[in-house]
């Protein structure tokens, strides 16, 4: 059974910093692309950033560019997203999503929650 568990996330005040933690399993954490998106009420998800399998080259959306940075860890079958000078619209719940580069389906996790507000 595929699990996506994210954590870490919660209140900060502008300007902070978070880092979000997605655990993987049930499948070969090393051979899926790995993607953060954010949602908020009424709106679509959107990608914020995302890192290939074996690490290759992450890509990022351009509101977050040089604030956040995506990182893995095969053998923990863990992605990082880590947050810096959070903005008041950074402020949405925060989904991983494990994209198989050979192909198939894919697996979302349920969502965790970061604000920022002061």
């Known amino acids: 059974q595929v699990q996506l568990v994210e954590s870490g996330g919660g209140l900060v005040q502008p300007g902070g910093s978070l880092t979000l933690s997605c655990v993987a399993s049930?499948?070969?954490?090393?051979?899926?692309?790995m993607k953060w998106y954010r949602q908020t009420p009424g709106n679509e998800r959107e990608l914020v950033a995302g890192i290939s399998a074996r690490g290759a080259v992450p890509i990022y959306a351009d509101s977050v560019k040089g604030r956040f940075t995506i990182s893995r860890d095969d053998p923990k079958n863990t992605v990082y997203l880590q947050m810096n000078s959070l903005k008041p619209e950074d402020t949405a719940v925060y989904f991983c999503?494990?994209?198989?580069?050979?192909?198939?389906?894919?697996?979302w996790g349920q969502g965790i929650q970061v604000t920022v507000s002061s």
């Open positions: 049930g499948f070969i954490f090393s051979d899926q692309n």
């Open positions: 999503k494990a994209v198989p580069a050979t192909g198939g389906r894919d697996y």
